[in-house]
């Protein structure tokens, strides 16, 4: 079992910038998957990015973004620490909704990594309200 923790979601102003973390703990693995979605009040859990990993080490790394946050977002990932990060710049008022963390240990294809069903585990979710 993985057990995942989000954490850096808050309030902010419309521009300004916020850095997500996941953190990993159990049985964690070297290679497969970790995804950021998120979900605003009445609306599906929408892919956000993600990072397939294989090692420890820098090579194996592939990097996926919606269209959305394409350009204002940066996703990595410490190994060592088993957490994944989420860098978001220029936030909107419709960036605003919870973000979830996922994980997977397979490798998955080009076709399989925004859909959330893809994914074994996932956390609880970290708010990111923009605006007043």
């Known amino acids: 079992q993985v057990h995942l923790v989000e954490s850096g979601g808050g309030l902010v102003q419309p521009g300004d910038s916020l850095r997500l973390s996941c953190a990993a703990s159990?049985?964690?693995?070297?290679?497969?998957?970790m995804a950021w979605f998120r979900q605003a009040p009445g609306k599906d859990r929408d892919f956000v990015s993600a990072?397939?990993?294989?090692?420890?080490?820098?090579?194996?790394?592939?990097?996926y973004y919606a269209n959305s946050m394409s350009g204002r977002s940066t996703i990595s990932r410490d190994g060592a620490a088993n957490t994944m990060y989420l860098q978001m710049k220029k936030l909107k008022p419709e960036d605003s909704a919870v973000y979830y963390c996922?994980?997977?240990?397979?490798?998955?294809?080009?076709?399989?990594?925004?859909?959330?069903?893809?994914?074994?585990?996932w956390g609880q979710g970290t708010t990111v309200t923009v605006g007043q």
């Open positions: 159990g049985n964690t693995f070297s290679s497969g998957v």
């Open positions: 996922a994980a997977d240990p397979n490798s998955l294809t080009v076709a399989t990594v925004p859909r959330s069903s893809a994914y074994t585990y």
């Open positions: 990072i397939s990993f294989s090692g420890s080490g820098p090579g194996g790394i592939k990097t």
